[in-house]
């Protein structure tokens, strides 16, 4: 009086049990084993399965490469603005932010304090004190 639960497996030809990763036997397959459908598939379903996928994954292309030259038409016209390329030069908490050399002026950025450099009189900094 006791039930059984029904046991699934597949049987892979050239492929060992622990040689076995995700996506080695169709989903339809993987459905099957795991109980989310009741009948084995048949071959004939799995092939118009992959053919389908294959569609989807070629209309996919077409579409992305159709958008893109739709995009690019756009901004050549000026409807549509190109996005803002920033170059980073920095860090916000580095002591020297966007400063390529030392200057007479005190600097303050984030937690960090660096106090202005002496420069000698005459040197072609941008102070004259």
Known sequence: GQNIPERRFVEAINCQAYQYEMGDFPTEWEAWIRKKRNDPPTIEE???????????????????EKDKLLQAKEYKEGLVAEPVR????????????GKSEPSQDPTSTASTFQPG?????????????
């Open 46 to 64: 799995i092939l118009q399965n992959e053919n389908y996928r294959e569609e989807m994954k070629q209309k996919i292309k077409d579409a992305s």
């Open 86 to 97: 920033t170059h980073v030069k920095g860090h916000a908490s580095a002591p020297y932010y």
């Open 117 to 129: 450099s002496w420069m000698p009189p005459g040197s072609g900094s941008s102070h004259n004190k």
